[in-house]
């Protein structure tokens, strides 16, 4: 069993039936829960993926909260996390910081696996942390 940390891209796949994304996350995080994994989100994607849906309106708003009552946890980024982050982004510039908080949310936890969208970051974070989400 392992946890799997959500990246915002993921999250947004999620919620958007018509995301290019949503299928294979879907996919993804089924086989997750399938097996065992904790899926959990960091606080710091949850809140990217929550301004967009504010943007979006009370609709949008109220389907990602509902999304948040389905996953076994929010992270909130601490000191650890924040170190990780600041160590990532120092190692490589191009990691943007929302992108660092997620990856380091999921090299702290134990067994932690990121799902992500995003093919740069899972090839620039530490190989096997990431899981990418592809079409």
């Known amino acids: 069993m392992?946890?799997?940390v959500l990246a915002s891209?993921?999250?947004i796949a999620?919620?958007?039936?018509t995301d290019v994304f949503h299928t294979t996350a879907s996919q993804a995080v089924m086989r997750g829960e399938a097996g065992g994994d904790a899926i959990v989100v960091?606080?710091?994607a949850w809140a990217e993926v929550l301004a967009g849906s504010v943007r979006k309106g009370p609709e949008a708003v109220t389907d990602t909260?509902?999304?948040l009552h389905t996953l076994d946890d929010v992270i909130d980024v601490d000191q650890e996390i924040a170190a990780h982050a600041a160590r990532l982004r120092t190692d490589d510039l191009s990691i943007r910081l929302p992108d660092a908080f997620v990856a380091a949310t999921a090299q702290v936890l134990e067994d932690g696996v990121l799902l992500t969208t995003d093919t740069a970051l899972a090839e620039k974070i530490a190989p096997g942390l990431a899981e990418l989400v592809t079409v």
């Not at 999620?14 to 039936?17: F, V």
């Open 65 to 67: 909260e509902r999304l």
């Open 2 to 4: 392992a946890t799997a």
């Open 14 to 17: 999620l919620l958007s039936p």
């Open 42 to 44: 960091s606080a710091s």
């Open 9 to 11: 891209g993921v999250i």
